[in-house]
C-alpha cells in the first residue's frame, strides 16, 4: 500500500490555514503579545511577537510531521506484514482516518493562535476556549462514532 498525501489531508491544511493566519496577522501585532489570560479575560503573560509566531507554528509543524509518520509507517508495516485489500475494513480508510485524526489537536492550537491574535489586534476573545474544546470533542465523538457503526456495520456484511 503506497503512501498518498490523502491520507494527511486535514493536517495539511490546517497547517496551511495557520500559516496564512500567522502572515496575515503578523503585522497586526504588538511588539509584546499577551499570550496568556486569566479566567476573566484579561491577560497576565507576555512574549515577543516573534517567539509567539514560532511557538504556534512550531506545533503545527511537529503535528504534521508526526501525522505524516504516522501514516507512511502504518503503510510500509501493512506491506511487510502482507496484508490484502480482501479484508472487511479498507486499509486506505483506516490510514486515512488515523493520519488525519491528527488535526484534532492541530485545531485546538490553531484557535489558541487565532484567539491569541484577535485580542492583541482587535482587543477581543473569539469566544471562551472551554466552550470550543467542548465543541470540538462533541464533534470528535459524534464523528467516532459514526466511524464505529460504520465499521461494524461493513463487519456484519
Not at 93 to 111: D, E, H, W, Y
Not at 117 to 128: A, E, G, L, R, V
Amino acid at each position: 500500500m503506497p503512501f498518498r498525501w490523502s491520507y494527511i489531508v486535514a493536517p495539511l491544511a490546517i497547517l496551511l490555514l495557520s500559516v496564512i493566519l500567522s502572515a496575515y496577522f503578523y503585522h497586526l501585532l504588538p511588539a509584546e503579545v499577551a499570550t496568556h489570560f486569566e479566567l476573566d479575560g484579561t491577560p497576565d503573560r507576555w512574549l515577543s511577537r516573534e517567539m509567539t509566531v514560532v511557538l504556534m507554528l512550531m506545533p503545527q509543524f511537529l503535528l504534521v510531521l508526526v501525522a505524516a509518520a504516522l501514516a507512511w509507517g502504518i503503510t510500509k508495516l501493512g506491506i511487510s506484514s502482507g496484508q490484502t485489500g480482501n479484508t472487511w475494513a479498507k486499509p486506505e480508510r483506516i490510514v486515512s482516518f488515523m493520519g488525519n485524526l491528527v488535526a484534532l489537536p492541530q485545531l485546538i492550537v490553531c484557535f489558541a493562535m487565532l484567539d491569541i491574535f484577535s485580542y492583541n489586534s482587535y482587543q477581543t476573545h473569539i469566544m471562551p476556549m472551554w466552550i470550543f474544546l467542548l465543541a470540538i470533542a462533541g464533534l470528535a465523538t459524534i464523528a467516532l462514532g459514526i466511524f464505529v457503526v460504520f465499521i461494524f456495520a461493513r463487519a456484519r456484511r
